[in-house]
């Protein structure tokens, strides 16, 4: 079984970055597509970004695509989502998941899922 633990959020003014870690446990990491997920204030869980299991691949929301970068580093059982140019609408809570089908937008596809790290952007 993988477990999953996000760090990294915090509160940030328009236009920062943050990086979000997410820790993974378990031997078989590196065969699981990763993916990270939001969840505004009220609101549903939307997709953000995924990579592959050799990190060959990678694929972003429209919303953060060209100011999120996804990355992994498999000898670590790490996978990152680096956040530039933020802006308020992206405040959420960030959670990390991992997938057996590769990369995917689709949430049921995520077996396992961490508990979340808070994102709040000031204007």
């Known amino acids: 079984q993988v477990q999953l633990v996000e760090s990294g959020g915090g509160l940030v003014q328009a236009g920062g970055s943050l990086r979000l870690s997410c820790a993974a446990s378990?031997?078989?990491?590196?065969?699981?597509?990763m993916g990270w997920f939001r969840q505004p204030p009220g609101k549903k869980r939307e997709f953000v970004a995924a990579?592959?299991?050799?990190?060959?691949?990678?694929y972003y929301a429209d919303s953060v695509r060209g100011r999120f970068t996804i990355s992994r580093d498999n000898a670590q059982n790490t996978v990152y989502l680096q956040m530039n140019s933020l802006k308020p609408e992206d405040s959420a809570v960030y959670y990390c998941?991992?997938?057996?089908?590769?990369?995917?937008?689709?949430?049921?596809?995520?077996?396992?899922w961490g508990q979340g790290t808070q994102v709040t952007v000031s204007s």
């Open positions: 990579i592959s299991a050799s990190a060959g691949s990678t």
């Open positions: 378990g031997r078989t990491f590196s065969i699981y597509g």
């Open positions: 998941a991992s997938s057996p089908r590769g990369v995917t937008v689709i949430m049921d596809e995520y077996h396992y």
